[in-house]
């Protein structure tokens, strides 16, 4: 599976952005996936996951009720609106893949896209 991502930008605080991912490669709706952010000098955060067999969803607590993520399996594209977007928000995203069922596991995660940069202002 190749991912790529797409649709960062610079915003102000309260705005709103929605990234998307392609994938290309066979099986594309197998595989869970999943968004994460990392800054400089901090870890790679999973901010939200979805189920490739129910379109379950998990969202970290810092994004829950802002963010909301969602799969179209005909288009092989998944994306993340992410709306009241607030600085500490402000990180390089990712899209990620795994073939499994442990979508809200971080670890898991065997593709990677190239990360988007994602700047809020204040």
């Known amino acids: 599976v190749q991912l790529q991502a797409s649709g960062g930008g610079l915003v102000q605080a309260g705005g709103s952005l929605r990234l998307s991912c392609a994938a290309s490669g066979r099986t594309f709706s197998s595989y869970a996936m999943g968004w994460f952010r990392q800054t400089p000098g901090k870890e790679r955060e999973l901010v939200t996951a979805?189920?490739?067999?129910?379109?379950?969803?998990y969202y970290a607590d810092s994004v829950k009720g802002r963010f909301t993520m969602s799969r179209d399996r005909a288009k092989n594209l998944v994306y993340l609106q992410m709306n009241s977007l607030k600085p500490e928000d402000t990180a390089v995203y990712y899209c990620a893949a795994q073939r499994g069922g442990s979508y809200s596991i971080a670890n898991r995660y065997d593709y990677w896209g190239q990360g988007t940069q994602v700047t809020v202002s204040s």
């Open positions: 979805i189920s490739w067999r129910t379109d379950s969803t």
